[in-house]
């Protein structure tokens, strides 16, 4: 009768002519010498040396795993149904983009795949119809030269593919996901150019963070962008020629969000220069601008509705410019603490309305105006505003233009000495007994 | 042509969202264009002399923080 392996741990050290008791109870006692034991285990577990491993790889219905050496390999052998699981950092170092399958998951398990190349691969791409998903990890591209085609970490390139994201991008030499595809959703993007670029026109992008140091956080050029946050060091924090919806834009040097044709419930804030910019001949409603230069902007034609503009260096609000279609300002809220609080140009034949704004002016100086009106083809309506400015020499109205003012219904707070400081105020007209009045 | 100077902003090395060497942007109107553009320049890619004028300029800017 030897020692039993139940000896341990009490027992720490076996020489290998220690008899070990191997038998079964209830058996006729067995035994064999602690070497011997060693030898027969060796033998019985010799399997373990030759299960299988890979850096990916897909389990089928019973959990079981086939592994793959590349991503790709696990791509082309699994079917549409299929998870692929990272299960280590991948690093490409060759000129080769992983070209994703419809309806297959990506499950990146917290890793890293990353494209560490100098040519113009992109790290993924996704170009077939179908829905894909990938998510728990991190996708880079680096070293690439920085390209609006091509050199991304990833590449939508199908109008009918849809990306469901819950994952990190970088890419410290270019364009993080370029989106010329489907609707796009769930990914935070860092890069040296856009952290996304968005270029379909019936392509919707939700709930996704774009940063950029040297070109536009997030650069909506058709689409819709919805939920989304653009952050730029070097440019504007979100760039728009199309849609945005509860999109929020800061840049640490220009704009912090230059809308596009509509943009709705959207915040913009510039460290360094303009809050907010409303396209010529777009609609913005509730949009807020908050800048160091002007906090709202708006181009002519626009139409701009529920809006704010705070600045603390310049203009609250900056009406550039008018065309020939009206450009409107609705139920809005302008404030300056060392300028005009709201400045309009018209120059062309349509009207500059500006209704039911509050203009505040907070700089005391003589030409802290709260409403300045002024152009070389003066159409201004000015109407149920409510003017405040802080120096008695400034004016609650001020134009320097000579006629195409209609100033009605303006409430203007007790400091200035000439409240309304106009040429001449084209209202002749006078409310009836109802207090209806028409303009003229 | 005309290059129409507007401001600039200068801005420290950060880490944070993401990695920025300091540098200056120097933004300007372009009149035959006829459309806002900027420039940006890394410290490191100033001259001696160039980044002697910026020490200066960030240690003024620096005196004037209250």
């Known amino acids: 009768m030897g020692f039993k392996i139940s000896d341990y741990p009490s027992k720490t050290v076996f020489n290998d002519t220690d008899l070990m008791d191997v038998s079964t109870a ?3 006692s067995e035994s064999m010498t602690y070497a011997q034991l060693k030898t027969n285990l060796n033998a019985n577990l010799s399997f373990l040396s030759s299960v299988p491993s890979g850096v990916c790889g897909i389990a089928d219905a019973s959990g079981v795993y ?23 950092d991948i690093t490409e170092t060759t000129n080769i983009t992983v070209t994703l399958k419809a309806g297959q998951k990506i499950n990146l398990n917290g890793h890293t795949y990353k494209l560490d190349q100098v040519g113009s691969a992109n790290a993924f791409t996704i170009n077939t119809v179908g829905d894909f998903h990938i998510y728990n ?73 774009s940063y950029a140091t040297n070109s536009y956080g997030l650069w909506v050029l058709n689409g819709t962008a919805r939920n989304c946050y653009g952050f730029s060091s070097g440019n504007d924090g979100i760039r728009s020629t199309d849609k945005l919806e509860n999109c929020y834009g800061y840049s640490e040097s220009t704009y912090g969000l230059f809308g596009g ?11 360094a220069d303009v809050g907010y910019h409303a396209k010529d001949s777009s609609i913005n409603t509730n949009c807020t601008g908050v800048g160091v230069g002007s906090g709202y902007e708006a181009d002519a034609g626009s139409k701009n509705i529920d809006f704010k503009g705070i600045s603390s260096g310049y203009l609250g609000v900056e009406g550039l410019s008018s065309g020939t279609t009206e450009t409107i300002y609705v139920n809005g809220y302008a404030e300056s603490f060392l300028n005009i609080a709201f400045y309009a140009i018209s120059n062309s034949t349509g009207d500059v309305k500006v209704i039911n704004t509050t203009c505040k002016c907070n700089e005391d100086n003589s030409t802290g105006h709260a409403l300045y009106l002024t152009g070389s083809n003066p159409n201004f309506i000015a109407q149920n505003n409510n ?40 209202m002749t007209n006078t409310p009836d007994s109802y207090n209806n009045i028409q303009i003229g | 042509m005309a290059l129409i ?19 200056l942007i120097v933004q300007y109107f372009d009149d035959v264009a006829e459309e806002d553009k900027q420039n940006i320049v890394n410290y490191d890619d100033l001259t001696a002399e160039e980044q002697a004028t910026f020490d200066a300029y960030k240690a003024l800017c620096e005196s004037k923080m209250v």
Do not use: H
């Open chain 1, 261 to 271: 044709t509509e943009s709705y419930n959207c915040f913009g804030r510039s460290d």
């Open chain 1, 26 to 28: 209830g058996t006729t």
């Open chain 1, 137 to 209: 990890g991190n996708i880079e591209r680096v070293n690439g030269t920085a390209s609006t085609s091509n050199n991304f970490a990833v590449y939508v390139n199908n109008t009918s593919a849809n990306l469901i994201g819950d994952f990190i991008v970088k890419n410290p030499n270019g364009v993080g996901v370029k989106i010329d595809g489907g609707d796009v959703s769930g990914i935070r993007s860092y890069c040296f150019w856009p952290g996304i670029i968005l270029n379909n026109t019936s392509a919707q992008l939700n709930n996704c963070e």
């Open chain 2, 5 to 23: 100077y507007k401001q600039t902003v200068t801005q420290n090395e950060k880490t944070s969202p993401l990695p920025m060497d300091e540098r």
């Open chain 1, 387 to 426: 003017l405040e400015v802080k120096n008695a020499g400034a004016n609650g109205i001020f134009s320097d233009t000579v006629g195409g003012i209609y100033a009605l219904g303006n409430v203007i707070n007790v400091t200035p000495t000439t409240p309304i400081n106009i040429v001449a105020n084209k």
């Open chain 1, 66 to 88: 086939t592994y793959y050496s590349t991503l790709q390999d696990a791509i082309n052998a699994g079917s549409s149904t299929d998870t692929i699981t990272l299960f280590a």
